[in-house]
């Protein structure tokens, strides 16, 4: 999405997951042929998995090729995820820091935090992250309870409530989270949010997060309920290899998150990442199945 001031805002995965649920109910998610590569080849990659779209519950067939996976874990018990890191892979859990959602048990208790709807997403609104409530719920008992899970990192979605309200007090709310997690040694994966982390690296705080992972630079999503992909944009690609080049300069780790079916763009994004020692992860589904 091309923004007025050349910066692009990724698709909140608590978007995502909501569509993914509506389009699942009404059975609209058509499965596209695959033309080039079987199915369960264009998904495998080596170190990152992504599995925000499915509860693996305790099952390793689907993860056994990844030294990294995310899942949403308050979806899952310790047994579980115990299960999921054998042989020493590493569980992250995606988090939504700058939004709430109304299927979350906490919905109810923070609401009234709320700065606004979240476009054309009904069952998603934006939330003060600036609000000390929020930042100790977060730390205290959201993580805090993930970790007692057992996960090993965050996956953290929607810092983009800094592009949408970009406030100090915002920023700051962001900061506060984060530094609280980072100084109780937990790793931080942030997913998209391009704008608050270019922000970070501008004040010199880029260490409290450990890396990003980057949708659509490579390959973009053309149709999100048929599956349908495309080669990125030449503005928006160079825009996102300036944003990861800076990232890398702080010495950040950085991860893709692409979209194909096609064998030839596959290849090209693992010599890509190769190239510039990226991680990635490779999906021909938008649901990440």
């Not at 599995?51 to 899942?71: A, D, E, P, Q």
């Not at 979209?259 to 010599?271: F, G, P, V």
Request: charge should be positive; proline fraction near 2%.
């Amino acid at each position: 999405m091309i923004r007025e001031n050349k910066t692009r805002q990724t698709s909140s995965w608590g978007k995502r997951l909501v569509a993914l649920a509506l389009a699942v109910a009404l059975s609209v998610l058509a499965v596209m042929p695959v033309t080039e590569v079987p199915a369960e080849a264009a998904s495998k990659t080596t170190t990152w998995g992504v599995f925000i779209g499915t509860t693996l519950h305790g099952n390793t067939s689907k993860v056994k090729n990844y030294k990294s996976i995310v899942i949403d874990a308050q979806h899952y018990t310790a047994a579980e995820i115990k299960k999921l890191k054998s042989g020493g892979r590493k569980v992250y859990t995606y988090i939504s820091i700058g939004s709430i959602e109304n299927y979350r048990s906490y919905y109810k208790r923070f609401k009234k935090y709320s700065l606004g709807n979240y476009d054309n997403w009904p069952d998603e609104k934006w939330v003060d992250v600036s609000k000390k409530a929020w930042q100790d719920f977060m730390v205290n008992e959201l993580v805090a309870n993930l970790r007692k899970k057992g996960v090993d990192g965050l996956w953290v979605d929607n810092t983009d409530v800094y592009y949408e309200y970009p406030r100090t007090n915002i920023f700051n709310g962001l900061v506060n989270i984060l530094t609280r997690c980072h100084n109780k040694k937990i790793p931080i994966i942030i997913n998209g949010g391009d704008v608050f982390v270019s922000k970070l690296i501008s004040v010199g705080k880029a260490k409290i997060i450990d890396g990003v992972m980057q949708e659509e630079v490579l390959t973009a999503i053309t149709g999100y309920n048929s599956n349908k992909f495309s080669r990125q944009t030449k503005e928006d690609r160079a825009y996102y290899e300036a944003y990861l080049k800076r990232v890398k300069k702080a010495g950040r780790s950085i991860a893709l998150l692409e979209y194909t079916k096609s064998a030839s763009m596959r290849k090209e994004i693992i010599n890509y990442c190769k190239k510039h020692g990226y991680s990635y992860y490779i999906s021909n589904n938008v649901a990440l199945k």
